[in-house]
Every structure is written in structure tokens, then in C-alpha cells.
């Protein structure tokens, strides 16, 4: 007992002079953003609860402020929340921003290649390629939209097959998506029975609500020790691994049916033959392993979280019968029942332009952002981030903040629309992030959305499955994603 008790005293005063030379330490950084003090190794875990990071870093920024300060394990995070931080670092400074910051899941997955995780002139290459190649193969072009249009009717097709009874569209709606990028990407369109393809596609969905999960914000905050321990972590990074694996499998189809004379078949085509021409380049960025990585970067980018926030929408509008019946009242009105929704129709449709954008910004599907890296020492509202430091731009802060927003926790469509009832833009609205790092598929996906959803509701009417009156819109876990329940629905033919 005595022993016991020695040992706690001993451990107290450690952890006691440990904490005091944190704070002493933390005093010599000039103008550092405030903030909570964080214990040794394990920074400040304790204070940000893995179950939400986001409420709590929300929570945090009322005591501390729009800039804080904040350690995930012993690495130094700066925060920044609400909408006017969040555009004086992504939109006003962002050439002082461009680089990304450590996420130490995507740190393993991604090795610092592709375009997501890249820096430096390697995310300038592999970017100004992507974003031309993914043009050249009608990204925000009318090819691309007929693309769509045709995936839409075998989504109805498997919709209608359902006869209105309850199910999960998950898995359906990552088919429709998946295929859409594909076709760009490899230049393949999949069955939707596909075992391969299906199995790919259930992998990323696990593998998005995993990151999301209590061990997946766990291993962003401190991934030295996460990486010693079991649990769901473990089953992620396998997943990921293995759709890199299915992405190798086609490059190296490709490889071997490459006809480097012949017009590219599609985005793997124009790596492989730009590979070719920079082959004598010591310098180049057009290597194996970035190609494998861009695919894979634009592969999920492209499949899971479109159809989440699909999925996620369409919840929203079960929730809501009054804005559902609105949407299709204007796609009656606009587009009829005969023929297929189509962009041009967009611009006549603005309570359906209105509701997309509000439920985006409800879904609220990335809260934390993408973490960026500061350049230089920086001054920002008094304080100096330090140069090398992680950047947290948290983008829910954006998309809530009631400054912007009268109603920000509520779904509300006339927060996009004017007293004339026209849809009106706002710039904090930021679901694909702002400036020159924002989502390279942000067209794309709207473009999906726009046309899946009123595809939807001009065949269906959505319904709870018998015997349900409600279900939950709160997320089945809030990390990186806002990742939502699993819960079944009708498509009941109009």
C-alpha cells in the first residue's frame, strides 16, 4: 500500500513538471494562437474526444476563440473556425496555404503521392494534368452529362425493381457514381452484378465510415501508438490497400493494351502515354506510382462521397415531405414526366438548385476539411501560426455559421433563395472546400447530384418502410466524415 503510494506521488510531480515545462514552452512561441494545455504524448486527446472532434473543437473555439491552438499527440494543430477564418486562409492567403497538411491516415495510404496528399511541384503537375485530362474526357461537358443520363436509367431500372419496398440504397447508389468515374478514369463501365466491382465498392463504404469511427479519429490524434493496437483502424488501412490493389489490376490492363499512337481511351491512357514523353525528365512527376495514386485519389473522391451525400439528401427530403413535394412539383412544372431531367434545366429549376445546395451544406459531409500546412511564419488577427504547423480549416464552421446563415442547424432552402424566390449563392458555402486546393471534382459531382436526385423524385415518391415514422438524421459517426445511419427506404412509383 505504502509502495502504492510512493509511486503515485512520483508520478504526479513528473507529470506535474512535464505539464509546466508545456506551458513554459508554449510561452516562448510568440503570439501562439491560445489554447487548452496539452499533457505529454498524448496532447490534448482528452480534451477533443474522439466520439465528435468537430463539436468539440466547436466548443473550444466559443472559450478560445476564432484561432487556437491545439496538439493531436505531440504534433502542433492551429484551428481555425467560422466562416471569415476559414476564407482569409483557403481564399484571401491561399498561395501561403497551398500545402497539405499531416492527416496520418491518408499519410500511410497515399505516401505523400497523387493529388490529394501531394505538395509542392508535384501537386502543381499531377493537378494542372488532372484537372486538363479530366476536361478532355468531358468533365462539365455535355458527353459526360449524356454519361450520366444513361447511368440514371439503369439506377430507375434497379429502383423500379424494388416495387417500393424498404431497402438500403447504399451500395446502389455507389454503383451508379462509381461507374461514372470509371468510365473517365478506365474507360469501363460495370455490371451491378460485378462481384469484383461490388466488393471494391463495399470496401470503400466501410472504409469511409471506419476513418469516421471512434479508432479512426483515434489514429489522426496520436497514429504512433494506434499503430501497436488492434481494432477497426486495422481493417481500413486493409481495405484501402486492397482497392489500390484493384487499381493496379488496370493500370497494368492498360499497360498491356496501350496503343500509344491511337487517341487515349481514357484518363489511365493519358498518364501512361505522358509517362512515355517525360521518360528522359529526372525531374518528372509522371512516375508509376503517382499515376496509381491519382487513380486511386480520384477513384474514391469520385464514388463514395457523391453517393453519400446522395443518399444522405434523399434522407433529408424523407424528413421533410413539404420540400419533397416541392422539388417535384418544379420537376413537373419544368421537365414533365416523358423524358429525362438534363442540365439546361437547372437554370429554370432554382427551389431544386436551392434545396441541393442547403442539403450539402446540412450533411455538412466533410466538417473537419482537408488539412493544409503553413509556408512561412504567418500573421493572422494578432497571432503567429508558425511555419510547419498543421492547419485545420474546419469547414462545418463555414457552413453553420450563424453569421451567414439564419438558421444554421436547421434544414432551410430559403437560405439559397432571395425574397423573388431566384436562387441566391453564398460564399460560405463551402461543402468542396475554397480556392485553389478546392475538390477537383466539384463540377462533376454537382452535376451527378443534380440529375440522380431529379431523376429520383421524378419516378418516385420516397416513404418510410412500414410501421417507421421517423428516422434519425444524426450521423452514425462524425470524424473526418459525417457519415449517415444505414436505415432502409421505399422508392414508391409516382
Known sequence: MDLLGGTTVVLIICLTLLVAWNKSAAKKKKNLPPGPTP?????????????????????????????????????QVVVLY?????????VDNSDDFLDRGSFPSADKTNKGLGVIMSNGERWLQIRRFSLMTLRNFGMGKKSIEERIQEEAEHLMKELRATKGQAFNPATLFSKATGNIISHILLGERFDYQDEEYIRTLQMLIDGFRLESSVAGQLYNIVPKLMDYLPGPHKTFFKNMFSIQ?????????????????????DFVDSFLIKMQQEKNNPKTEFTQENLMMTIYDLFIAGTETTSTSLRYLLMVLLEHPTVQAKVQEEIDRVIGRERMPAMKDRLEMPYTEAVLHEGQRFIDLI??????????????????IPKGATIYPILSSALHDPKQYNNPNMFDPNHFLDENGRFKKNGADMPFSAGKRNCLGEGLARMQLFLYLTSVLQNFQLKHPPGVTKI???????????????????????
Request: net charge positive; hydrophobic share 35%; glycine share 8%.
Open 39 to 75: 499533457l505529454p504524448f498524448i496532447g490534448n486527446l482528452l480534451q477533443l474526444s474522439a466520439k465528435n472532434v468537430t463539436e468539440n473543437l466547436g466548443k473550444m473555439s466559443k472559450k478560445y476563440g476564432p484561432i487556437f491552438t491545439v496538439y493531436f499527440g505531440s504534433d
Open 245 to 265: 490493389a484493384f487499381i493496379a489490376q488496370k493500370v497494368k490492363e492498360h499497360e498491356r493494351t496501350l496503343d500509344p499512337l491511337s487517341v487515349p481511351r
Open 82 to 90: 467560422g466562416y471569415n477564418t476559414v476564407k482569409k486562409v483557403l
Open 472 to 494: 434519425d438524421l444524426t450521423p452514425e459517426v462524425s470524424g473526418f466524415g459525417n457519415i449517415p445511419r444505414q436505415v432502409e427506404f421505399c422508392f414508391s412509383p409516382r
Open 367 to 384: 466538417p473537419l476539411g482537408f488539412t493544409r500546412l503553413v509556408k512561412r511564419d504567418f500573421e493572422l488577427e494578432g497571432f503567429t
